[in-house]
C-alpha cells in the first residue's frame, strides 16, 4: 500500500488502544493540525482509522483578564492600599487609598463595586473600612486563583459559577471547539504490518510539473472540504442596505421608477406643499432639524402663490383655509426632510423633471431625519420608503393591494390597516405588521390618497395615492430582531449582521 507522507505519520502515530485527539498528534508529528486533520478524515475514508468527534469549551483570558492576572484584581490592589493606609483600625480617606492602587478610570468602579461585592469591605461618606472577617481570605480570592488556573492548566477544574463570573467580568473568553480523537481500526493495524509506502503527494500543479510532463505521474492531494477552517469575515454590504436594493428591485419590478432629490429641504417642499398648516405643532417642534443656512431663493413662483392660496382659502367653491397665518420666509427655511414626501411634491409638482402624465408610478428609498427620542424603535434617522401611483381612479383597494403585493414579496402576508390621520391626504391608513418573535403588532408605514388641496396647487387633476414606508421596521418584521440599534450605530450586533443571511 502507498499512502502520502503525512497520512503515514499519522497512522504510525495513533494507536489501537487508545484515542488520541489531533491536537496532541500534530504536535508529536511537527504537522499543522489542519494537514492532520485532513490526512485523518482520508484515513477514516479508507477504513484505516476512526475518528471521534466532540465538542469542548476551550476558555482563555482576555486582554483584562491578563492585566489583572500581572497587576492583580482591582477589588484586591484597593484593599491592599487601604490595609497600607491604616484601614485596618479604622476609616481611611478613600480619595488617597484610589491614587496609591494606582487605580484609573473605569477601574475605580470595577474596584469599588468587587471590592463591595465580596465583603472585603464598606465605603461610607467618602471613606473606606475593612471588614473584620472578609468572607474569603483575601490571599486566596477565588476570582484570581482561577485567573491563574485558566492561564496555567486550562479551565477544566473550574465550577461553572467561577466561570459564569469571569465571563460576567469580561475576563475570560469562552468558545466551543470541534474536538477529534483518531484511532486506528483493524485494517489500520494489518495494513502498519503489511508496511506502507510513502508516495509523495502534489499540492497544486505547477508549470515545472507541466513542461516536465511530470503531471501525468505523480499523485495529486485531494481536498478535503470538510476540513476546519479559519473563519474570515470579509467585507460585505450591511443588511440594511441590502434590503434598501432589493426594495428597489421589487418596486422597479412593479413599474415604479426612482426619484431623487435634496436631504436639506425649503419647508414649502417638506410641508407647505402637503397643506400642513404653518402653525401645525407639527411643524414647531414635530421633530424638526432646522438649518442655520440661507433659505432657499429658488421657489417656482406660480406653485407658491397656489399653495399659499389653498392655506389662505382652501380649495374650491366649498373649500375653507386655514385662517392662521402664512409667511414667505418660512416656506423657504431649509431643514432637514423629516419624509421623502418632499420628493413627491416635486415630482408631482413638474418642478423635478416636467409635468407627468397618468398613469405615473414613483418611489426613493432615502434617508429622513427626525429628531425623536431613541428607543429600540426609533432613532433619529432613518430609511423611508416613498412612493406614490398616479391614476385616473383609484380607491383605497388599489392602496392596499399595492402594499399586499409589495410586502408579499418579502413574506411578509399578514398586514393590518389602521384609519389614520394625515393633512395631506383622505382617507387616510397607517400599516401593521406582526414581530415575528414577540408577536407584536408594529407600526410599519402611513399612507392615503392625496387630497384636492395638495393636488389642485400641483396642478394635478387626477388621483394620486401615496406612502412612507419604514424600511428598518421591514427589517425588523424579516429578520426578527427586536432594537433598531442592533443594526445601526456604535452599538450594533456585529454577529447578527456577520451571519444573517439575506432572505430572499
Ligand atoms: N409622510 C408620511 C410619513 O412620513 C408618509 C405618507 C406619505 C403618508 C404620503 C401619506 C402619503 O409618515
Redesign the pocket.
Known amino acids: 500500500m502507498r499512502l502520502p507522507e503525512t497520512q503515514l505519520a499519522l497512522l504510525e502515530g495513533a494507536s489501537a488502544t487508545e484515542s488520541k485527539t489531533v491536537a496532541q498528534l500534530a504536535e508529536e508529528l511537527g504537522e499543522d493540525p489542519a494537514a492532520v486533520t485532513g490526512a485523518a478524515f482520508e484515513l477514516e475514508e479508507t477504513g484505516l482509522l476512526s475518528i471521534e468527534v466532540h465538542a469542548s469549551e476551550t476558555v482563555a483570558l482576555t486582554e483584562e483578564g491578563r492585566r489583572y492576572r500581572e497587576d492583580g484584581l482591582p477589588e484586591l490592589r484597593l484593599r491592599s492600599a487601604a490595609l497600607e493606609a491604616g484601614a485596618g483600625e479604622g476609616p481611611v480617606e478613600m480619595g488617597r487609598v484610589i491614587g496609591t492602587a494606582g487605580l484609573d478610570g473605569p477601574e475605580v468602579d470595577i474596584a469599588l463595586s468587587n471590592f463591595a461585592r465580596k465583603g472585603y469591605g464598606e465605603i461610607d461618606a467618602g471613606e473606606i473600612s475593612l471588614a473584620a472577617d472578609p468572607k474569603h481570605d483575601p490571599k486566596a480570592d477565588p476570582e484570581a486563583e482561577a485567573l491563574d488556573t485558566i492561564a496555567d492548566d486550562g479551565a477544566s477544574s473550574l465550577e461553572a459559577a467561577i466561570l459564569d463570573r469571569l465571563e460576567s467580568r469580561e475576563l475570560i473568553e469562552r468558545a466551543e471547539t470541534t474536538v477529534r480523537s483518531v484511532t486506528l481500526t483493524d485494517e489500520g493495524v494489518t495494513a502498519l504490518m503489511e508496511g506502507i509506502e510513502t508516495a509523495e503527494t502534489v499540492g497544486e500543479i505547477t508549470p515545472e510539473l507541466l513542461t516536465s510532463g511530470e503531471w501525468d505521474t505523480v499523485e495529486f492531494a485531494e481536498y478535503n472540504v470538510e476540513a476546519d477552517a479559519e473563519t474570515i469575515h470579509g467585507g460585505k454590504a450591511h443588511i440594511l442596505r441590502q434590503t434598501a436594493n432589493r426594495v428597489k428591485d421589487v418596486l422597479v419590478g412593479m413599474g415604479f421608477q426612482e426619484m431623487e432629490g435634496p436631504h436639506a429641504d425649503a419647508d414649502f417642499w417638506i410641508n407647505d406643499c402637503l397643506f400642513m398648516p404653518q402653525d401645525h405643532p407639527a411643524r414647531t417642534h414635530w421633530d424638526r432639524f432646522a438649518l442655520d443656512v440661507t433659505p432657499m431663493a429658488e421657489l417656482p413662483e406660480g406653485l407658491m402663490e397656489r399653495v399659499e392660496d389653498a392655506h389662505r382659502n382652501g380649495v374650491g367653491p366649498e373649500g375653507d383655509g386655514y385662517h392662521s397665518p402664512w409667511d414667505e420666509d418660512f416656506a423657504r427655511a431649509v431643514a432637514l426632510r423629516g419624509?421623502t414626501?418632499s420628493l413627491?411634491m416635486r415630482y408631482l409638482s413638474g418642478h423635478a423633471i416636467g409635468e407627468l402624465e397618468p398613469p405615473e408610478r414613483y418611489f426613493s428609498v432615502e434617508k429622513v431625519y427626525r429628531n425623536d427620542t431613541l428607543d429600540p424603535t426609533h432613532l433619529l434617522e432613518f430609511f423611508?420608503i416613498?412612493g406614490?401611483v398616479m391614476a385616473e381612479e383609484l380607491s383605497v383597494r388599489d392602496l392596499m393591494g399595492t402594499f399586499t403585493e409589495f410586502y408579499e414579496q418579502f413574506g411578509i402576508t399578514d398586514l393590518e390597516f389602521k384609519p389614520h390621520y394625515?393633512p395631506?391626504?383622505e382617507p387616510?391608513f397607517e400599516l401593521f405588521g406582526k414581530h415575528p418573535e414577540t408577536g407584536e403588532l408594529i407600526e410599519i408605514g402611513?399612507?392615503?390618497i392625496f387630497r384636492e388641496e395638495v393636488l389642485s396647487p400641483l396642478g394635478v387633476d387626477c388621483d394620486v395615492m401615496?406612502?412612507?414606508l419604514a424600511l428598518e421596521r421591514l427589517l425588523m418584521l424579516m429578520y426578527g430582531f427586536e432594537d433598531i440599534r442592533d443594526v445601526h450605530g456604535t452599538l450594533c450586533d456585529l454577529e447578527l449582521l456577520r451571519n444573517v443571511e439575506v432572505v430572499q
Open positions: 419624509h414626501t413627491s423611508q416613498e406614490w394625515n395631506y391626504t387616510s402611513n399612507s392615503g401615496a406612502w412612507g
